[in-house]
């Protein structure tokens, strides 16, 4: 009888330390801030047909700090935020500077998906409301708002993700237009940023402009102008609403992409 009591007092601390992190079935909405001030609305972003995977962490977590590479790695795999997929980390009870350290110190700088700081951003409420205890905690909401993956762990390489993610039939994709932050080319400035109603384009190392592409965070196309190799040029971005955009500028060299905010 001893023996069979101990078995069943193994069977249930082993069923306590392996159910999901979040009890969740169904997403509950958020509107958050990023490091660099956009606002992201979890059901606008399934809404636009997207799965979304979320990385819950704090900065001083030892495993998260392990992992985060693996997370960015699949944010790349899978697209960088343009494709299927849509990446963003959520923190609790830390600030936007400590945030923006541990991304420094983990992630090499700016991993180019969005984070959320618990103090500043409201990542906090969004930890409350999806009931995460332990860290990290990576889940994976499809748009239909249902959360098929509770929590994907263990993680010991981007692989473990490719596993769960393979379930919902998500597969690589290649991110649109090369839309992350290591394709910037040093030799084009655009400013000011955050711009309200224009913004220049300035060239050097004799780079002339042929084209211009505007992209949301979602990847999509907004604008598109072509122009007859400029060195200098402004940008009518008046009808933008405000926020965080792409924009993708091509020379008779190559494409570089660089980051603005639409004031």
Same mark, same amino acid.
């Given at each position: 009888?001893?023996?069979?009591?101990?078995?069943?007092?193994?069977?249930?601390?082993?069923?306590?330390?392996?159910?999901?992190?979040?009890?969740?079935?169904?997403?509950?909405?958020?509107?958050?801030?990023?490091?660099?001030?956009?606002?992201?609305?979890?059901?606008?972003?399934?809404?636009?047909?997207?799965?979304?995977c979320l990385d819950f962490f704090f900065t001083t977590c030892g495993p998260c700090q392990?992992? @985060?590479?693996?997370?960015?790695?699949?944010?790349?795999?899978?697209? @960088?935020?343009?494709?299927?997929?849509?990446?963003?980390?959520?923190?609790?009870?830390?600030?936007?500077?400590? @945030?923006?350290?541990?991304?420094?110190?983990?992630?090499?700088?700016?991993?180019?998906?969005?984070?959320?700081?618990?103090?500043? *951003?409201?990542?906090?409420?969004?930890?409350?409301?999806? *009931?995460? +205890?332990?860290?990290?905690?990576?889940?994976?909401?499809?748009?239909?708002?249902?959360?098929?993956?509770?929590?994907?762990?263990?993680?010991? +390489?981007?692989?473990?993700f490719d596993t769960y993610f393979s379930a919902n039939s998500l597969t690589y994709k290649?991110?649109?237009? *090369?839309?992350?932050?290591?394709?910037?080319?040093?030799?084009?400035?655009?400013?000011?940023?955050?711009?309200?109603? +224009?913004?220049?384009?300035?060239?050097?190392?004799?780079?002339?402009?042929?084209?211009?592409?505007?992209?949301?965070?979602?990847?999509?196309?907004?604008?598109?102008?072509?122009?007859? *190799?400029?060195?200098?040029?402004?940008?009518?971005? +008046?009808?933008?609403?405000?926020?965080?955009?792409?924009?993708?500028?091509?020379?008779?060299?190559?494409?570089?992409?660089?980051?603005?905010?639409?004031?």
């Amino acid at each position: 009888m001893k023996k069979i009591y101990i078995l069943m007092i193994a069977f249930l601390l082993s069923f306590s330390v392996s159910k999901a992190q979040t009890t969740l079935t169904t997403a509950v909405d958020f509107t958050v801030t990023d490091l660099d001030g956009n606002s992201h609305n979890l059901f606008s972003i399934l809404a636009a047909g997207k799965y979304v995977c979320l990385d819950f962490f704090f900065t001083t977590c030892g495993p998260c700090q392990a992992t @985060c590479p693996y997370f960015k790695e699949t944010f790349t795999n899978y697209g @960088c935020n343009t494709q299927d997929v849509y990446f963003m980390s959520i923190d609790q009870g830390n600030t936007n500077a400590q @945030c923006v350290a541990y991304e420094t110190t983990y992630l090499g700088g700016p991993p180019g998906y969005p984070t959320i700081s618990g103090n500043d *951003g409201g990542g906090n409420a969004v930890v409350t409301a999806y *009931g995460i +205890s332990a860290f990290p905690t990576y889940i994976l909401i499809a748009p239909s708002h249902t959360i098929v993956e509770q929590d994907m762990w263990p993680i010991s +390489s981007a692989a473990n993700f490719d596993t769960y993610f393979s379930a919902n039939s998500l597969t690589y994709k290649a991110c649109l237009s *090369g839309i992350t932050e290591e394709n910037l080319a040093s030799s084009i400035s655009v400013f000011p940023n955050p711009a309200v109603n +224009s913004i220049t384009i300035e060239t050097s190392n004799s780079e002339k402009v042929s084209s211009v592409k505007v992209f949301d965070v979602l990847g999509k196309e907004l604008m598109n102008q072509v122009v007859n *190799g400029v060195e200098r040029m402004d940008l009518n971005i +008046s009808e933008l609403e405000k926020g965080m955009y792409y924009m993708e500028i091509t020379t008779a060299t190559g494409t570089a992409v660089k980051k603005f905010n639409k004031a």
